[in-house]
């Protein structure tokens, strides 16, 4: 069963901890992709990662950090740098950077 | 960056009507991707059109890419209550991927 999968669904952390999304995907993309996505706005490029062992910043990396050591997996850590951290998180992978993007359920993080 | 802009932000509309959304954007592109999102959770793709296309169509939905104006144009014929969600428009310039702000559409039944 193909897809890309997040997890977990909600998490709750207290301000000041480090916090990781997982994000992992068996469609063989070679692209990835975080975004958040704060109520009733659009999505906010974290991080996108074209290749395995690279990854680029996105428009809005300030507090966050990513690794692509495998293919298949590219989580997220959400820092304490990270100033209003709750939000919903969603990640994608696409064949290559540009394609379609294939999007997982997404995980939402409230920072008590 | 937002790249792209929807309008209008909201649209609300009867089961059986015709839905609109617009897409504007400002730089030159490759492709413009349209996006849906049910509430609260990921997107799923709906249609991709390349810069040398005009039109497309997928069953009940259509979408026209003006270069020049630089805008597309997303239409749902023949609206469901299924249909509520959010729809965005995604376009890539200068080898990166950016989303618009969406058009959350709500079809009454």
């Known amino acids: 069963d193909g897809g890309i999968t997040q997890s977990p669904k909600y998490l709750f952390r207290k301000e000041g901890q480090n916090v990781t999304l997982s994000c992992e995907q068996n469609l063989n993309h070679d692209a990835m992709y975080w975004y958040r996505q704060d109520p009733g706005q659009g999505l906010r490029l974290i991080y996108y990662s074209q290749i395995v062992n690279d990854f680029q910043k996105g428009d809005i990396a300030e507090g966050y950090s990513v690794s692509r050591e495998k293919k298949e997996s590219f989580p997220l850590t959400v820092t304490s740098a990270q100033k209003n951290p709750t939000a919903f998180y969603l990640c994608?992978?696409?064949?290559?950077?540009?394609?379609?993007?294939?999007f997982g359920p997404g995980t939402r993080l409230t920072v008590l | 960056s937002q790249q792209g802009e929807e309008d209008p932000q909201a649209l609300s509309i009867q089961e059986g009507e015709n839905a609109t959304m617009n897409c504007s954007y400002k730089?030159?592109?490759?492709?413009l991707q349209w996006y849906r999102q049910n509430s609260g959770r990921g997107l799923v793709h709906l249609i991709l059109?390349?810069?040398?296309?005009r039109e497309k169509h997928s069953g009940r939905l259509r979408v026209t890419l003006d270069t020049s104006k630089k805008s597309s144009s997303l239409l749902i014929t023949a609206s469901r209550a299924a249909d509520t969600a959010s729809y965005f428009c995604a376009t890539d310039a200068h080898n990166d991927m950016r989303f618009g702000a969406g058009t959350r559409l709500t079809v009454k039944p």
């Open positions: 730089t030159s592109i490759n492709n």
């Open positions: 994608a992978s696409s064949p290559g950077h540009t394609d379609t993007q294939y």
């Open positions: 059109i390349r810069s040398n296309e």
